[in-house]
């Protein structure tokens, strides 16, 4: 469990030298006028998107993981990054939906290329939420951009029509396995180590174990009911739910500060009325549900980077404003 500790720490060190730097973006107060930035970071989507086509184009994967881990890795940094992306744009002069959903439509084709289905389901849902608060007080804006979103969305169902048709019944025939006592399947996998972590959590709430107790507890569990094995798997890795990753390891602490951590994140973003940290949340809250991102190092990085980031720009334009 070497490596399941090893990640721990290296989450902590990350939080703990970020929390300086968070501190820091709070109470900046930038007055530069200057928006290259904010279209240099408006670029990283098309930069990331431009290179994914080049790999798609010269190498048959089936799910594009950029070399630098799983698929799914890769989908998870780059829907934060292209959150960053996108928030940027709407800090500019030139906030016109239209460029918001251009950047979105890069983030969606590279999401596409990974295949993986939390962000495929998770981001357009950020989108809308993006269009609704940046632009509901403009009607033709708001309208012609939810019926732009609507159309790029059917135009990636259309362009990757065959593999979101894979994952799709993939997805059916895990839960199909699931209900038929087989948990060996990424879905089924999941859904038992979600079973699995609640069940550990509630022989004991109020304890903390290591990875060698929790793993231990599984293979219990998994010896009386044979139809959650497909969870032994990650038994030296994490449990794919932020929550019940926490509650299995840390007990009833470790929920409320998961949730405190939400909460300071969505508190922050509603008190400096910061629309990129609070969609920047939406995503972190909502990959949380499926996995574990507070988790390693590089996730952590784009995590604390981007809060920092959207900050940042957030004061600077609350200071031009307010000049």
């Known amino acids: 469990f070497r490596a399941t500790y090893h990640s721990y720490l290296n989450t902590a060190k990350i939080f703990i030298f970020g929390s300086f730097i968070v501190f820091l973006a709070l109470t900046s107060q930038l007055k530069n006028k200057k928006e290259s930035v904010l279209y240099i970071l408006y670029s990283l989507s098309f930069i990331i998107a431009g290179y994914a086509m080049y790999i798609n184009s010269i190498h048959e994967y089936d799910r594009i993981s950029f070399g630098v881990g799983t698929a799914t890795g890769a989908a998870y940094s780059t829907m934060l990054i292209g959150i960053v992306s996108g928030a940027a744009i709407l800090y500019t002069k030139k906030n016109h939906p239209f460029l918001f959903l251009f950047n979105s439509c890069a983030v969606l084709y590279i999401l596409a290329l990974t295949q993986t289905r939390a962000t495929l389901l998770l981001f357009p849902v950020i989108c809308a939420v993006t269009l609704i608060a940046y632009y509901n007080k403009s009607p033709k804006k708001f309208t012609s951009a939810i019926v732009l979103l609507i159309a790029i969305l059917a135009s990636i169902v259309i362009i990757f029509n065959k593999p979101i048709q894979n994952r799709y019944n993939e997805a059916l025939n895990d839960l199909n396995s699931y209900t038929n006592a087989n948990s060996v399947t990424s879905l089924g996998a999941r859904l038992a180590m979600y079973e699995i972590g609640l069940d550990i959590f509630k022989k004991s709430p109020f304890s903390f174990r290591s990875a060698e107790s929790r793993a231990e507890s599984m293979n219990l569990l998994v010896a009386e009911h044979n139809r959650l094995r497909g969870a032994l798997e990650f038994s030296n890795v994490h449990l794919h739910n932020e929550i019940i990753e926490a509650a299995s390891l840390k007990g009833l602490m470790g929920i409320f500060s998961t949730l405190f951590l939400y909460y300071s994140l969505f508190y922050t973003a509603y008190k400096k009325r910061a629309l990129g940290l609070l ?33 940042v720009i957030n004061n600077r334009n609350n200071t031009i404003n307010q000049e």
Do not use: K
């Not at 972190?284 to 507070?294: A, H, R």
């Open 279 to 311: 969609i920047l949340t939406l995503g972190i809250v909502g990959i949380g549900l499926s996995d574990v991102i507070i988790w390693a190092r590089s996730i952590p990085i784009i995590v604390i980077s981007a809060i920092v980031l959207l900050l």
